[in-house]
Structures are given as C-alpha cells and as structure tokens.
C-alpha cells in the first residue's frame, strides 16, 4: 500500500509550499527546486547535521537551525539567504579551510569537489583565520582506495555509508573537537581491514579529496554522491541496480567494484 | 592625454606560474600597454620598487625574509594590492611545508642528510635569505585590497580583475572568478 504522508503548509523565502509531515526543511525545499546548500548531509544517509552550511532562519527563533535536522511544522516561516545566514556559511567554510590542508591546485578533487564548489557560492574568496596547517598522514595502505585526512572535512558521510548501506562498518570518529579525525578498523591502516569489502562506496560518498582511486592524478578524481540515494530507492522498490561502471576509478575499465 | 596608470608585479614565494598567466593575455598586453606604465616587475630589469604606484599585483606566498620586507615596502608605496594567484591568496604549495615544522629541520634533511658528501645548509646572507618560521598568505603580513585566486589564475581572469580594477567596476560578487586550483 503507497505511504500517506500528511501534508503540512510552510513558507520558505515568501514561497508557500506543502511540506509532509516527518521531513526536513532541506528535504521539501529540494522537492520544491529551492537550493540551500549542504554538505554532510546525504540522501539515503541518516542525519548527521555537523557542518550547519546548511544553516536557514526560522521565524519567531533567535538562532539559526540547520535545514537538514529541523522537522517541518505547521505555518513554519523559513528564510534560506539573508545576510547573516550568508556571513555564517563563509565563516563555516573559512574555518573549513584553515583547519585542514586544502592545496586545491594539487587536489585530485580539484575542479569536482562540493567544498571548493560551496566556496565559490559564498563568495569566499580568501580565509580570514590563521591556517593550522596540521601535520596528518596520508593512509595509502589500501591496494585500491587511498584516504588523504588533509583534505578531511569530518562530514562522516563515508561513516554512514559504509555502515548503514553497506553494512561493513569500516570506518569511525576518533577524538573530539579539533581533534576529531577518521579511522578505519578501530586505528588500524585501512589496508590491513578485514571488514572492508572494496565496495568504494565511501569514496563514491566523499564531498572532497580526502577519498580516491589509488592512482588519481590532479582533479582526477569525480565522486558519485547521488549513488547512494539511487541504491536505497532500488532496494527499497526491488529494483535491478545496474552495475556501477565507477568514474572515479582510473586504472579499472572493468568497473569490478563489489 | 590621460596620465597612465602606473603598474607593479611582483614576484615572492610562486613558481612563476602567475607571471606566465599574465603574459598569456598575449595581444590584450598591447591594449593595456595603451593605458599602464610597468614600473616594476620581475619581467622588466627595475632594481628598485619605486614610489607612487598605483596597482601591485603580488605573485607568491610570504616564505623568508626577503618577501616580508618587500611585501612591506610595496604596500607603502602602492595604492591598490592585489594578491594574485593561489600561493599569495592561500600560501597554496609555498605553504605545503608548514605542517612539517621547523625549517632548519626541512633545511637539514635536503641539504645536509641527504646528500653524499660534504652536504651544508646555504647561509650566505643576505644572499640566501632567511626562512620565516611558517610560510604565510599575503593578507597575514599586509593588507590586501583585492583577492584573484587561481594556481595560476587563468589569463581571462587576471584581464577582468585588472580591467575592472583600472575602470573601478570591479563587481563584489564575481562567481567563478574566484574557484582556488
Ligand atoms: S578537497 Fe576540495 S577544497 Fe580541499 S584541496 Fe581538494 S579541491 Fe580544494
Ligand atoms: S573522508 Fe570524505 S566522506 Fe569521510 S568524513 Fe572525510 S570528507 Fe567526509
Ligand atoms: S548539511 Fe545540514 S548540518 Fe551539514
């Protein structure tokens, strides 16, 4: 039997629109053509709401809610671009920048990567903070993916994939604050995972760099972020999934990935 | 006649790359030789940065000595600055040493450790300027007026900016004039 969702009047930048009932503010603005920016946000993951790029202001609340972990209710009165929003996402995406070490012109995201591409929409034409330039190793252990934590911006999107659509549970958050980093296996390199399946779902995930095809020159590497939700609606309708043929594999032409 | 404009480019810790950028406007470099004077540039033999100019265009990270001193001096003497190019917007590649600390130790490894024989870290000051402790974007040790990204900027862009600089239509929101890499 097809869900009934109960619909639920708001209003986001003077537009009315029907929002169902249980859905985020980002969530009915995508369904109505109304862009507001994401990051650690993806559909068919579960909510993470870490990044707060997705920052919007709700009418009659003093601080601004992130759209993709605020419910819709009813009469909501949503504004997506005023200029305090747009000072807190450049902010957001500064701080981005001085914390890792983002060297775009030597990134094989470089040109594909949802952090350079937010950059540009909000103007960001230079970083206001001091960098902190951290010393983080690059883990190339794995014959087939390598995880370059500099160009990390801790979305956990390859968390949550690979744990709630693969099921392998590879990776996690290690640490607090400006501390928190990724690892693979509790700390152990990724090349020594037993629990990885080489699915390359996590890379396919990745808004960056910090994920790539072993191999991957300067701006090589393209991800495939709408994979996921295109996997959760096949198996959610019993769908044939077409083998991906992965474009972020240079050295594979046979798209092997399991 | 209107006077020209009278125009710097210098060049501190970059590989060049913006300066070859630059020259890659090909026959547009007639039209603005039409409406600047080049009164300093590491494409002209100019021993001194002079005073009075009215547009710098800074190529390159602030990396040792040398550069700070004449990031301080061009912005004395220069109306408008312009960080031109990844390295001066970002500290970009000049900058990829900073998580490794120390540059005596960085000095020692490729100078001294790895070579064969009789391997000395070069120390002929001045010379050989100084390294600084951490290799900083431009904005960090002077202001900067207007930022033009890019690794390097591709030619298009650069004539835009300073284009819209010389008019004074230099748009706030310039879209993809600003992507780094
Ligand atoms: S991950 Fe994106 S923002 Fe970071 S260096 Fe690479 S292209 Fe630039
Ligand atoms: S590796 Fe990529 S997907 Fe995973 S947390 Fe870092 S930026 Fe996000
Ligand atoms: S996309 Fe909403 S908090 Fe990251």
Known sequence: ??????????????????????????????????KIPSMCYLEGLSVWGACR??????????????????????DMEVRTNTARLQSH????????????????????????CELQDRAVEAGMDHVR????????????????????????????????????IEGAHVWDVASRGHQAHLVTELGQPWGRSSSCTWCGKCVASCPTGALFYQGSAVGE?????????????????HEWFPPVESPTSPNEQNGDDR | MTEKTRLATVWLGGCSGCHMSFLDMDEFLFDLADRVDVVYSPLA???????????????????????????????????????????????????????????????RRVYVDKV?????????RPVVPALLPRVLPLHQVIDVDVYLPGCPPPAA?????????????????????????
């Open chain 2, 116 to 124: 064969d024989r009789d391997g000395a870290i070069p120390d002929d």
């Open chain 1, 221 to 237: 590497s393209v991800h495939a972020p709408d994979l996921v939700a295109r996997l959760v609606a096949a198996r959610r309708d």
């Open chain 1, 1 to 34: 039997m097809p869900e009934v969702r109960r619909s639920i009047a708001i209003t986001i930048d003077d537009t009315e629109i029907d929002a169902y009932e249980g859905e985020s503010i980002l969530q009915a603005a995508r369904r109505f053509g109304i």
């Open chain 1, 89 to 112: 996402r450049r902010t957001i995406l500064e701080l981005l920048f001085a914390e890792g070490n983002h060297v775009c012109a030597v990134c094989v995201s470089n040109g594909n």
């Open chain 2, 45 to 107: 033999d100019i021993k001194e940065f002079p005073d009075g100019v009215d547009l710098t265009l800074v190529e390159g990270a602030v990396a040792n000595d040398d550069n700070l001193e004449l990031a301080r001096l061009l912005r004395a003497r220069s109306t408008t600055v312009v960080s031109f190019g990844d390295c001066a917007v970002t500290g970009n590649v000049t900058a990829m040493r900073n998580p490794l600390g120390d540059p005596q130790a960085i000095l």
């Open chain 2, 157 to 181: 862009r650069i004539r835009d900016a300073v284009v819209g600089i010389l008019d004074g239509t230099l748009p706030r929101e310039r879209g993809e004039g600003i992507r780094f890499g």
């Open chain 1, 129 to 164: 903070f001091d960098y902190r330039n951290p010393l983080r190793p690059v883990d190339a252990t794995h014959p087939k993916y390598v995880f370059d934590p500099n160009r990390c911006i801790v979305c956990t999107r390859c968390v949550r994939v690979c744990d709630e």
């Open chain 1, 53 to 74: 790029i997705c920052v919007v202001e709700v009418a009659g609340q003093h601080q601004p809610r992130p759209a993709c972990a605020t419910l819709v209710v009813e």
